[in-house]
T-cell receptor
Framework: SAVISQKPSRDICQRGTSLTIQCQVDSQVTMMFWYRQQPGQSLTLIATANQGSEATYESGFVIDKFPISRPNLTFSTLTVSNMSPEDSSIYLCSVVGLAGPGGFGPGTRLTVL | KNEVEQSPQNLTAQEGEFITINCSYSVGISALHWLQQHPGGGIVSLFM???GKKKHGRLIATINIQEKHSSLHITASHPRDSAVYICAVARLQGAQKLVFGQGTRLTINP
């Protein structure tokens, strides 16, 4: 299965700032997803990252708050903009490879003060 | 009601015990995943099932499509098995998006 890395692994940020999270895969994948896990909650899909076009957002998530890029088949970024303490979560990327589900990244633990 | 329900939510057992975690779902699925999440937050994919049973080491996963139910078993449990175990389903219509259960927090005491 694909090897997925995320950067940073964790960060502590001040409210009002923005953080960009990177997801890198060691092979080309067909689909990339971004999930959020708020404390004590299950994972929730933020959006599907589309290569070369705008991401597809789930209900409750908007591009202005969570801009996403996917310039090629192995890389995507998620930005958490104008952060507030409610954005403190684990953010995970997930991929679907050519042969099916490819797994999850190790996650980025974000704390907003 | 959540589309994916897990039970129990929390489970504490002694080392060596046989562990069962259950997952029920209410939608048509193309696959079901069992995932393991350690305290650092990273998620490891344990199994992907669409029918029958799979075994990997001390872990066994089964699925009954007709009953919309899956179980994850751990034999000869060990403290290093302590983690949150998450059931997730890929809907039949959903472009491979996953719907997650709330997770089961497992603690194995030595």
């Amino acid at each position: 299965s694909a090897v997925i890395s995320q950067k940073p692994s964790r960060d502590i940020c001040q409210r009002g700032t923005s953080l960009t999270i990177q997801c890198q895969v060691d092979s080309q994948v067909t689909m990339m997803f971004w999930y959020r896990q708020q404390p004590g909650q299950s994972l929730t899909l933020i959006a599907t990252a589309n290569q070369g076009s705008e991401a597809t957002y789930e209900s409750g998530f908007v591009i202005d708050k969570f801009p996403i890029s996917r310039p090629n088949l192995t890389f995507s970024t998620l930005t958490v903009s104008n952060m507030s303490p409610e954005d403190s979560s684990i953010y995970l990327c997930s991929v679907v490879g050519l042969a099916g589900p490819g797994g999850f990244g190790p996650g980025t633990r974000l704390t907003v003060l | 009601k959540n589309e994916v329900e897990q039970s129990p939510q929390n489970l504490t057992a002694q080392e060596g015990e046989f562990i069962t975690i259950n997952c029920s779902y209410s939608v048509g699925i193309s696959a079901l995943h069992w995932l393991q999440q350690h305290p650092g937050g990273g998620i490891v994919s344990l199994f992907m099932l669409s029918s029958g049973k799979k075994k990997h080491g001390r872990l066994i996963a089964t699925i009954n499509i007709q009953e919309k139910h899956s179980s994850l078993h751990i034999t000869a449990s060990h403290p290093r098995d302590s983690a949150v175990y998450i059931c997730a389903v890929a809907r039949l219509q959903g472009a491979q998006k996953l719907v997650f259960g709330q997770g089961t927090r497992l603690t194995i005491n030595p």
